[in-house]
């Protein structure tokens, strides 16, 4: 009789680790599809009506929807830094970069690909880069080093800063694409370069009207940051970024169908100058901002299909996200102020790219991966920079205390078996903030503003004073409650200076 008990007692334990184990025999594919400058109202999973969004819907109603997931910044170089590294970007003071600027990651760094490479995976990243290339200022003409692949990325397909920024050109394994030796690139951020018109010079040759800043070279009609000369044959077509990235990712996605891979997919949508494909051309009423949000829709709708037409979308783990809120005038004439209508680009919140408040880092973040990740909503905080811990995790990936220094395990959290989210996270923007439950507390500034960005209509949240705002009451970030609870300022001012001091 005990035999039996202890035979029976044997098998349930055996059931019971076998089903709570969260591991998979064979490791996932891992897409992070990463989009520029969506707010968290900017699709209709997340509440939009005057714009459609079906195939990142899709996701969501197949996968987990977050309600409070952020980005570690309200600007982009800073969030894909910590996205990248698992530590936060004032560690390295990442700052928005010019389209010069030398690799912002030290190639000793381990990153996310890094980790994945060691576990079996090929590793590439396509898209938006805006994490500097090369020592000191590159050379266009060579190739660039260092860059991706002394990051970890087996493969890349780089717009090498913003499409706002020169140069112009794409970059694949850190070489110009189609560039001819007759026609060197040269690049400046100092003074005008070549004989290229600039859009200062001729405003008539431009598609959209631009702001001083962006009044730079003039590259298929439209005006940049920045001066370049040369390389004619290997300007881009901004029209043609859906297709051209889509394809590469595809690309990339078959050849390594067979193997685990891992691609940080990096979207330009809807980051300016919003140039859509004339196929999405008046798909909204809000001009190209709403274009290029459908382009952008479009775009993740491909890389679904391929995976499901390879037969890998089952072992795919997809987390889609963007890197800071939305803005709507950012330099260019393209009405969308004007065409907003009724839509909240930021949803219930305040504030939007560039922002302390709400709006600046809390994402839209979807994570898909099926008979893994149940459907349904998390409300669970959740940071960007805790990816590299969680795909350690769900790779079965030590991560020792020299790397990833502020990035928690949250992979449980990640795939919906845990409401058990982040106690308490830094949020960045030209100041600190921390979150520690549902209180947010925003240290006072403590540097000049920028000139560009004291012209910028967005809620910056930039005061000399502190604020604290309890969002469990007050979503919006309305009533500051800083002078009611001084003691709350103190406790959580002294966590902030912790965590920087670390």
């Known amino acids: 009789m005990k035999r039996a008990y202890f035979i029976c007692l044997f098998f349930v334990l055996a059931l019971f680790f076998s089903c709570s184990t969260t591991r998979p025999v064979k490791k996932p594919n891992i897409l992070i599809i990463y989009v520029d400058d969506l707010g968290y109202g900017d699709l209709s999973c997340y509440g939009a009506k005057a714009v459609r969004t079906p195939h990142i819907d899709e996701l969501a109603n197949n996968g987990l929807l977050f309600t409070d997931a952020h980005s570690s910044a309200s600007t982009c170089t800073p969030s894909r830094y910590s996205l990248l590294t698992g530590s936060y970007a004032f560690r390295n003071n990442a700052a928005i970069l010019p389209g010069d600027a030398p690799l912002i990651i030290d190639p000793e760094t381990v990153t996310i690909a890094d980790m994945l490479k060691k576990a079996g995976y090929a590793t590439g990243v396509i898209g938006k880069w805006h994490l500097g290339l090369g020592n000191g200022e590159p050379n266009w003409n060579i190739e660039i080093k260092p860059g991706p692949k002394e990051i970890g990325f087996d493969y890349s397909f780089l717009i090498p800063a913003t499409a706002d920024r020169v140069p ?168 969308a102020v004007e065409l907003i209508g009724e839509h909240q680009p930021s949803g219930i919140y305040r504030g939007g790219k560039y922002s302390a408040y709400e709006g600046g880092t809390r994402m839209p973040t979807i994570t898909y991966w099926p008979d893994v990740i149940k459907p349904g909503r998390s409300d669970a905080l959740f940071n960007q920079v805790d990816l590299f811990a969680s795909l350690a995790t769900l790779t079965g990936q030590q991560v020792d205390n020299k790397n990833a220094p502020d990035s928690k395990d949250m992979s449980q959290v990640l795939i919906g078996n845990s409401s058990d989210g982040r106690k ?79």
């Open 424 to 502: 308490s996270m830094l949020q960045e923007s030209f100041t600190m903030s921390i979150r520690s439950g549902t209180w947010k507390y925003i240290e006072p500034l403590s540097k000049e503003v920028p000139d560009w960005l004291a012209n910028k209509t967005i809620e910056t949240g930039l005061s000399s004073a502190p604020q604290l705002y309890n969002l469990k009451e007050d979503r919006e970030e309305m009533n500051d409650l800083s002078a009611k609870y001084p003691e709350k300022v103190k406790e959580l001012a002294k966590e902030l200076n912790r965590i920087k001091g670390m």
């Open 168 to 335: 112009t050109v794409f970059v694949e394994n850190q070489r110009v694409v189609n560039l001819e030796k007759e026609n060197p690139i040269e690049v400046s951020y100092d003074h005008k370069i070549g004989t290229l018109p600039t859009g200062l010079e001729h405003p008539e040759q431009l598609k959209m009207k631009a702001d001083t800043q962006h009044s730079g070279t003039i590259i298929n009609g439209i005006s940049r940051i920045g001066f370049m000369s040369g390389g004619s044959s290997a300007h881009w077509k901004d029209e043609e970024f859906a297709t051209v990235l889509s394809q590469k990712a595809k690309a990339f996605i078959t050849k390594h169908k067979d193997k685990p891979f891992f691609m940080y997919y990096s979207l330009p949508s809807i980051h300016v100058p919003r140039s859509p494909n004339a196929k999405f051309v008046g798909a909204t009423e809000m001009g190209p901002r709403g274009d290029d949000i459908v382009q952008m829709d479009w775009m993740v709708g491909e890389i679904m299909k391929n995976l499901r037409e390879l037969g890998i979308d089952k072992n795919t783990l997809v987390i889609f996200s963007s890197d800071n809120g939305p803005v709507l005038d950012d330099g260019y004439a393209d009405n």
